[in-house]
Every structure is written in structure tokens, then in C-alpha cells.
């Protein structure tokens, strides 16, 4: 008998001598870091509130309670019981029973109506029905990616159960090796900002920590081949961790599926889907531009399949010798701090991926405490000695006027802005300013990928700001849903509409003006004075976005296209106004990074500066070691830290 299967017998048995005589297990089971416990009694589970949580902190697991398929009743049946239970205003748009497993899918507009106080109402059904209820969101915007990866993973139900059976015998197997030790090898982001992915090895695990592209420099990818990573073959990589959904972070996470590589992706929900939103894009825009991708749509549903999804606070058993904990990042939606306990007592690594440290309109400020840290891997992308933004409040203001002066003129405001974080960001500013008087009320249109970006971030109000959440929850006061937004679904013909109408503020993608619809927008707004052009956002060096900031206004046609029936052999005139208004990064500046690293708790005894180019990282290291006297490096990419 193998020894997992040892294991789960005697897991088996423990369970059964925890349990009251008259509630019986009949399987244990492990799916990916859960201990699933089959019962036919999942009626008197649910009565002794407390049992499952007992049990949990007994045997130190998550632990799912589902009822044996003998015990389940009809689902034709259990429906009506269900609903019974529910309250009405909860919303239910759907009940789906998997009889396999003993679940229903309960999707409704208010979960928290299905959850109850404490979880009392999905207790009640379980009481009363015996199914084990799972509650997901019905999107208060629709969003095809949403329904698209939901549906996708019904279909896939079958095969993502062997997976995650699969993958939770790999996570509790036997740890074989006596020796300790905890490593870091850098594969990328390393003095530059793009490719980002790390390993972090011990002499049972290797875990890969992102896997991204470089923005502008395609073909850079990064070191994968190194004997750390997949060298030694895919199934040398025990598990791959996603802190978020950026392309320099997330890109290449398919690119590991054709390689061969069959294990799990950790990630937050969000994650996963916007990883899927930006993926698939990504694969687009290179058909587009005439580069053969470096892999297919059908990798970025092998990565679907295999995320495994954890919340923020939730510490997971990711390895015999490895649990992994998200907290909040503050960067962009669902994007998370990864904290890894290594050994029992034996090491911890922190890892901040992408974050922000103050409070902005999204997102609460990132997650510095824990219980605790030897060691830190920190992002540099403004660490440099110079690298401070306005306050967040300035910039608002300063938005604030240039709409308000645009407007007297009679002109429209362009914003080019990336789909995911900023066009958010900045929609939460224009709506507060317009009910309060602040700005006057006028259309704000949406182009490109920000409204179904948008629709992602109502779909999961728990990764927003405390009050942002506690509004979407309310549906009258959702700024999402104000009556200013529009969405521009009808291509070129609404764009004209709205360029041949009244005073406006138009948001669309892309950010860098490196093609999308904004392009499509400067040809219709461009030539007119009254009209105003604002960078919110970072332009990188060699686009069109830089060269406009830098003066350009005599634009060759086959930049933004043929347009307005020109062969592309024209120029455009910009003749609008051209603003910047920085300080709504995603990114912490020189003092947020500074703070983040004085106020952790513990704070670490070495930090590796990555994630920024080589001025901004060694700026960071060096002062960070003046400051508070830790160990710090500024690692190239390529190198490989022995801890302990
Ligand atoms: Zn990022």
C-alpha cells in the first residue's frame, strides 16, 4: 500500500474516533491541498456547526464535507428545498447539482444572502437537503470571461477532479530527503522590469513563482531552461505560483503547458480569469502585428484547468514541505504578497510581486505583517533615488481641471489607459467628481477591453477597498454602474457618433498608444484643438504614447492606421492639447517601497531587490541597507541564493 493511501486510512480513522457514533465516514480523500471526508450522515454534519472547523484545526487541513452519493436526495427535490431556504432577495439566477461529488453550484447576485451570518444559511441546507452548497457571483456586469471560465470548467468538471487528485497525492506524498536547505534562482526581471520568474527550490520541492514576458522586447523570455526550471524536464516543477495577472508576470504561464507541464497554478479567482482575459489578448495582438505566438488558446485553457484557487489569508499546503499564504498586494485586482512557510519552523520567504502601499480608490494598501519573514523578494520598478509620485489627491485635482477646461472649450477628453487597474482607477475619480459637482456630468465611453475588465472587478467586490466593496454590495450605489458609463460595443460607427457629438470623456485602450482603439480615437479627435489628449499612465520609451508626450504632432497615417478612408500613406495633425497627469500608478514609489520594508512585521533579515532596471534596484538595495541594516542584494538574473 502506498504510503498516501496509508495516510488517508489512518486520517480515515482519526476522523471516525473525532466524530459522534451516529455520524459515519465513508471516504477520505485528498483533492489538491483539501482533505475531502464522503459521509452519509452530511445532515448531522451540518447540525454540529462546529465540527468541521474543529476537525480542521485538529488535523491542520482544510477540510470539504461531502455527503456520500448513497445519501444524496433527488435534485429534482433538493431544488425546491433549496430555494426554500434561500432568501428571495438573495437573487438566484441558477442551481446546478453535481451528483458526482454531492455539490450544488448556487450562483446568485448576493452571496452573502446564500452564505447567511457565519455560514448558518448554507449549514440549513445541508441540513435540509444534504448537498454540499458552493456559492459563486452572478457578475453585476456581464462578462463573457466570467461565463466563459465558468462554463469552461463545468464541461472540464471530470478531468479537473483527476487533476486535483492527482495534484493533492503529489502535495502529501512522503518527503524523501533528510537534508535542509531553501534557494532562490533568479530567471528573470533581474536589473530589468518584464520577465519575471523565480524558483525557489529545497531538497524535496522546486516551486516557479511567475512566469512573464518583457513589454517591447519579444523573444526575451525567460530563463526557463536552466537546470533549476525545466531543464531537468516539466515534471522537475512541483508547482507554479501566480501573484497576478500581468503580462510581464503571467504571459508565459500557457508556454509551460506545451512544454509539458502537468502540475498546478496557484493564484487568487481573479487571477485566473483576468490571466485568461490577458492571455488570450496577448495571443491576438501578435496574430495582429504578424509574429507567430509562442503558443495557442488551447494552452491558455490547460492553465485554466490547473489554477487552483486560493483566497487571501488562507494558508495552503502547496508541498510535503511548503505552504503558501496570498495577502492582499494593493497592484491590481486579486494580485497577491506570497508568504512560504518552508519545513516545519524551518524557513520563510516572502515574495511581493507587484504592489502598492498606500490605500488607493481599488484597493487596500498591500499586506506587510506576518507571522514570519527571514527573507524578502521585493519589486524595484520605482525604486530609484528620484522615483517619487504626486500624492494620488493632486493628481485627481489636477484631472479634475483639465476636464472641467476641455469641457468650457467644448472640446473632449482622450485617455489612453490600460484595461486592468487604471481605467478603474480612473472611473472612480470622474464618477465621484460628477456626483459631487466637482466636474460637470457628461458621458465617460469606455473602448476596447476596460468594460469587460470593468465587469471582472464587480464579479469579485472582495478584493476591492473595504468601502468600494461595501457599495457594489449595494446595487444603487455601485460607481460601476453609474448612468454616465457607456460601453462602445458597436465599433467604428458608435465612435464616429460620439466624435461627431457633444463634450465627453473617452477612456480606451491602449495604454502606450501602441494600437487598439485609441488609434481609432486619435484619428477622430486628434485634429481638433478644443479637444485634449491625457496621459494617466506610464509611457514606455519607443512608443507612440512617449513620442506624443515628447511633442510629436505630426502623426505618419500607417501609425494609427489607414483612417478616415486615408491609404495610410497621410499624416495626422494633432492638433488637440496634450497633459500628463501622473500618480496614479499601480505601483508603490521610492518612499512606498521604503515604508512597506520599515513597517513590516517581522521585518527581514535580507532582501533581494528585483523587478526594476539596474539604477532603480541597486538605488533600493543600497539605501535599504544604509537604513535599517539588513542584508540586500541587487541579483542579475541567472544567480542562486542558498539560504540556511
Ligand atoms: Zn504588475
Not at 454531492?102 to 448558518?120: D, F, L, Q
Not at 524523501?176 to 518584464?194: A, K, Q
Not at 527550490?201 to 513589454?215: A, H
Amino acid at each position: 500500500m502506498s504510503t498516501v493511501e496509508q495516510q488517508l486510512d489512518d486520517l480515515q480513522a482519526e476522523i471516525t474516533s473525532e466524530l459522534p457514533s451516529d455520524i459515519s465516514v465513508s471516504s477520505v480523500k485528498y483533492e489538491g491541498p483539501e482533505l475531502v471526508v464522503y459521509t452519509h450522515d452530511p445532515k448531522k454534519f451540518a447540525q454540529q456547526g462546529d465540527l468541521v472547523r474543529k476537525l480542521a484545526s485538529k488535523l491542520r487541513k482544510r477540510i470539504t464535507v461531502r455527503p456520500d452519493p448513497s445519501a444524496l436526495s433527488r435534485p429534482e427535490e433538493a431544488r425546491k428545498a433549496v430555494m426554500d431556504v434561500i432568501p428571495e432577495e438573495a437573487g438566484v439566477s441558477d442551481l446546478d447539482f453535481h451528483a458526482d461529488t454531492g455539490e450544488v453550484v448556487i450562483e446568485a447576485e448576493k452571496p452573502g444572502m446564500v452564505i447567511g451570518r457565519h455560514g448558518s444559511t448554507l449549514r440549513d441546507i445541508t441540513k435540509n437537503v444534504g448537498w454540499t452548497p458552493e456559492v459563486v457571483r452572478t457578475p453585476p456586469i456581464e462578462s463573457s470571461t466570467v461565463s466563459n471560465v465558468r462554463n469552461f470548467l463545468k464541461q472540464e468538471r471530470d478531468e479537473r477532479r483527476d487533476i486535483l487528485e492527482r495534484v493533492g497525492r503529489q502535495i502529501h506524498r512522503e518527503e524523501m530527503s533528510d537534508d535542509e536547505y531553501v534557494r532562490i534562482t533568479t530567471l528573470g526581471c533581474c536589473r530589468e522590469v518584464g520577465r519575471a520568474a523565480f524558483i525557489l527550490s529545497t531538497p524535496e520541492t522546486r516551486i516557479l513563482i511567475d512566469c512573464g514576458d518583457k513589454p517591447g522586447a519579444e523573444g526575451e523570455v525567460p530563463y526557463l531552461h536552466a537546470p533549476e526550471a525545466l531543464g531537468a524536464g516539466p515534471q522537475n516543477i512541483d508547482a507554479v505560483v501566480l501573484t497576478h495577472a500581468h503580462l510581464d508576470h503571467s504571459a508565459l504561464i500557457p508556454l509551460l503547458f506545451k512544454y509539458g507541464y502537468d502540475g498546478p497554478i496557484y493564484c487568487t479567482e481573479p487571477t485566473r480569469d483576468l490571466m485568461g482575459l490577458l492571455t488570450l489578448d496577448y495571443l491576438d495582438v501578435a496574430a495582429k502585428e504578424g509574429r507567430s505566438p509562442p503558443y495557442e488558446s488551447g494552452q491558455v485553457r490547460e492553465a485554466i484547468k490547473h489554477c487552483i484557487p486560493l483566497e487571501y489569508g488562507d494558508v495552503t499546503d502547496i508541498a510535503p514541505d511548503v505552504k503558501l499564504t496570498f495577502h492582499n498586494a494593493g497592484h491590481i485586482l486579486g494580485s497577491a504578497v506570497s508568504h512560504f512557510h518552508i519545513g516545519d519552523g524551518l524557513y520563510n520567504v516572502c515574495f511581493s510581486g507587484d504592489i502598492h502601499y498606500k490605500d488607493t480608490r481599488l484597493f487596500n494598501g498591500a499586506v506587510n505583517d506576518f507571522p514570519r519573514v527571514e527573507t524578502l523578494v521585493l519589486e524595484s520598478t520605482y525604486g530609484g533615488r528620484n522615483d517619487y509620485q504626486t500624492d494620488q489627491e493632486d493628481s485627481e485635482e489636477k484631472l479634475k481641471e483639465v476636464v472641467r477646461e476641455t469641457y468650457d472649450r467644448g472640446g473632449k477628453v482622450l485617455i489612453p489607459a490600460f484595461a486592468v487597474g487604471r481605467s478603474q482607477e480612473i472611473m472612480l475619480v470622474l464618477e465621484e467628481a460628477m456626483r459631487s459637482g466637482d466636474i460637470p456630468s457628461m458621458p465617460v465611453h469606455l473602448d476596447g477591453m476596460i468594460w469587460e475588465a470593468t465587469a471582472i472587478h464587480t464579479t469579485y467586490p472582495e478584493y476591492l477597498r473595504d468601502d468600494l466593496r461595501d457599495r457594489i454590495f449595494h446595487d444603487d450605489e455601485n460607481p460601476f454602474l453609474a448612468e454616465e458609463f457607456n460601453h462602445i460595443d458597436a465599433g467604428e460607427e458608435e465612435r464616429q457618433e460620439v466624435a461627431d457629438g457633444d463634450s465627453c470623456i473617452v477612456l480606451s485602450t491602449s495604454g502606450m498608444v501602441t494600437g487598439g482603439p485609441i488609434m481609432s480615437w486619435l484619428g477622430h479627435v486628434g485634429p481638433d484643438p478644443d479637444s485634449t489628449l491625457v496621459f494617466v499612465g506610464y509611457q514606455a520609451q519607443g512608443t507612440l504614447g512617449r513620442r506624443i508626450q515628447n511633442g510629436w504632432d505630426e502623426i505618419p497615417t500607417s501609425e494609427v492606421g489607414a483612417i478616415n478612408g486615408d491609404n495610410g500613406r497621410g499624416t495626422l495633425s494633432l492638433n488637440m492639447n496634450v497633459e500628463t497627469v501622473d500618480g496614479f500608478s499601480g505601483h508603490a514609489d521610492r518612499a512606498g517601497l521604503e515604508n512597506f520594508v520599515k513597517t513590516m512585521n517581522p521585518r527581514p533579515e535580507k532582501v533581494l531587490c528585483v523587478h526594476g532596471d539596474e539604477r532603480s534596484t541597486q538605488d533600493l538595495s543600497s539605501a535599504l541597507y544604509h537604513e535599517y541594516n539588513m542584508r540586500t542584494f541587487a541579483p542579475k538574473n541567472l544567480e542562486t541564493f542558498r539560504f540556511l
